[in-house]
């Protein structure tokens, strides 16, 4: 609880100081959520100005501002059930606040200098854009009362949990945005993954686990799924780095079987919630589902066809690949889905030299590129790295020492009593966990490397690991249990000369919001233009664009729909050497009634 107190606190502060929030006017707040955090505020703008919550509701399931002149389904397409929840919530905290006529905020005039208006500013629960903020970081404090948790179950010891809290803290420029980026989907969904690693942790160490406890599982992956579109990704890896633990002989056949039910159930439930999204069914991770499924019903025939050992474990790894690549790209064709199209592109990029119109899109900011080499030396100064490598190199010599023992006997498993398909003895299925969680780091680790974004994934699960230099099963060599407490003591007190350095660097981050061009263009949109009045321009700006003047708008940030993508390529036509009657030809066919055309778009460098 006080970890989760504390990082609550840290998040709060953090935003506090960068943006001076409390004092900023409704206007400057929305133009705060700059990009696509803006397109999705203004969704849980609309539901909780709408008359009533199910007509906000219909509004969002039927809008037409986003994609002018089509109706479409904001909720299946952007993952808006955090908005959904959030404005259902405050419209009834300020309705029973209303009833009591007890004041949920304070507000009061701000004189901006500078020859600027003076603005009124309110700061409380009862400001929508507070409210929204303030849920966010709860959530998020929430996630570090988890990690302790997770970190104390994982190394067996109390102490585990202190180490993963303290170098989350520690390394906290590189395990998390959400004090920047408060809106962005990452920050609703990942605290229901780490919630989802600790159940399956229980999982893997249980010998049979419960239902209550298969449902939990099911219920931390739907919260994971629904309100963010890549969480499939970081799905596929999880599934993958379990399938290889199964191939070692880690994770007994029926387990892993009740585990890929659960994820299939969760998909289903989550395609059904998303009103039909067929990404979600055209997606290697419900491809790979189906194959490893079938490749465990059949490892009765590949254990008649190949020989056990390194031979059958090769092709059914290979059998995965092969099926998971066939599977996705016929549902793709069948289902005529390519809105994912761009991922692959993305990837092809990052090896060929391959790019387009989207891969450059996404390249060109940092973010998507690969990891900065800065990343390992941050690392390496708090100890994280170190400490993770000396963990999973006491991990993989432990599981090499299996492997040789297996291939040595003949690749008979230890023990299987009545083909209860479960690992073998309590030290299987304890070593179960920490194979599996090994294998997560190296995914996340390859999906950092490729995308800096994805290291979200990577430095939080490295801050996990670390709890382990509190394992007896893996450190109970150093002595008894208080010179392994002195150990442990004196590597978190070298780990505190950089991470103190870096919580003091984060703290003096202080700054105030203020975008006085952009506050003048949405000023001059609202006054100067009707309200049926559509807009084109820059992505980032259309998000503003609709959030602040409900202007009908032709493109936006969220990239993630085939048709979208063609719609900004068209826009940005604006800014290439294409004739000005093909560039006007191209916005007419779009109904679009005025471009906002930003100068510095045509004279910044390029990365």
């Known amino acids: 609880a006080l970890s989760g107190y504390l990082h609550w606190h840290h998040l709060s502060q953090l935003f506090e100081n960068d943006r001076h929030f409390s004092h900023l006017s409704n206007l400057e707040k929305e133009m705060a959520f ?3 955090m803006g397109l999705y505020y203004s969704y849980y703008k609309t539901i909780i100005e709408a008359p009533s919550f199910l007509d906000g509701l219909h509004m969002v399931m039927n809008d037409r501002l986003t994609e002018y002149p089509l109706v479409i389904n904001t909720l299946k397409r952007f993952n808006l059930y955090p908005e959904v929840v959030l404005a259902s919530w405050y419209r009834m905290y300020t309705c029973v606040m209303g009833y009591f006529r007890i ?12 020859g600027l208006t003076p603005v009124d500013s309110c700061e409380g629960m009862g400001d929508p854009a507070y409210f929204y903020v303030t849920c966010v970081f709860l959530l998020n404090g929430a996630m570090m009362s988890l990690f302790f948790i997770y970190g104390a179950y994982l190394s067996g010891s109390r102490l585990g949990g202190i180490v993963t809290t303290m170098c989350f803290f520690f390394n906290h420029g590189e395990s998390t945005r959400v004090m920047w980026t408060p809106p962005l989907r990452e920050s609703f969904a990942y605290p229901f993954l780490v919630l989802q690693m600790l159940l399956l942790t229980y999982i893997l160490r249980t010998r049979n686990p419960s239902r209550t406890a298969m449902v939990a599982l099911g219920i931390s992956n739907l919260c994971f799924m629904l309100p963010w579109q890549f969480a499939q990704f970081v799905l596929l890896t999880q599934v993958a780095s379990l399938f290889a633990s199964y191939i070692l002989g880690y994770l007994g056949a029926a387990k892993m079987q009740s585990i890929l039910v659960t994820h299939m159930i969760t998909l289903g439930v989550c395609f059904i919630l998303m009103f039909g999204n ?243 263009l949405l000023d001059w949109i609202q006054d100067n233009t009707r ?22 708008i032709v493109n936006h940030p969220h990239y993630e729909d085939a048709g979208l ?41 390029t990365r």
Not at 103 to 114: F, H, L, Q
Not at 348 to 372: G, P, Q, R, V
Not at 540 to 549: E, F, G, I, Q, R
Request: aromatic residues 10%; charged residues 20%.
């Open 278 to 520: 067929s990404m979600l069914l055209t997606s290697f991770y419900a491809s790979s589902l189906v194959s490893i499924w079938a490749i465990i019903a059949l490892r009765d025939r590949f254990a008649q066809v190949f020989k056990p050992g390194i031979v059958i474990w090769v092709m059914q790894g290979l059998a995965w690949v092969g099926f998971t690549i066939l599977l996705k790209f016929m549902l793709s064709t069948i289902l005529c889905a390519s809105d994912d199209a761009h991922i692959s592109g993305l990837i092809k990029s990052k090896f060929t030299s391959y790019k387009d119109f989207h891969t450059l899109m996404y390249t060109c900011a940092a973010e998507f590129d690969f990891i900065e080499l800065e990343t390992p030396l941050r690392y390496l100064k708090t100890l994280l790295l170190p400490i993770n490598m000396l963990v999973v190199a006491v991990i993989t010599w432990r599981t090499v020492q299996d492997v040789v023992r297996f291939l040595r006997d003949g690749g008979k498993v230890p023990v299987k009593a009545d083909d209860v398909d479960e690992a073998a003895g309590s030290e299987i299925v304890g070593k179960g966990e920490l194979v599996y969680h090994s294998l997560q780091l190296v995914a996340f680790a390859v999906l950092a490397i490729l995308i800096m974004r994805l290291k979200l994934f990577l430095t939080p699960h490295m801050c996990i690991m670390a709890s382990l230099i509190c394992s007896k099963q893996l450190f109970g060599w150093i002595g008894e249990k208080f010179k392994h407490q002195t150990v442990v003591f004196a590597v978190m007190a070298i780990m505190a000369i950089q991470g103190v350095a870096n919580l003091q660097a984060q703290w003096a981050i202080i700054g105030e919001f203020s975008n006085l061009p952009q506050e003048e």
């Open 34 to 36: 700059r990009t696509e």
């Open 531 to 552: 309200p049926d009045s559509v807009f084109a321009g820059a992505m980032p700006t259309m998000a503003s664009v609709k959030l602040s003047t409900g202007r009908p």
């Open 565 to 605: 993508r063609e719609r900004t390529k068209l826009v940005y036509s604006m800014y290439s050497r294409m004739s000005g009657e093909t560039v006007k030809r191209n916005l007419m066919k779009l109904g679009v009634d005025f471009f906002v055309l930003e100068d510095s778009w045509c004279t910044r460098r």
């Open 103 to 114: 004041p949920t905020k304070m507000c009061w005039s701000i004189n901006r200098g500078e």
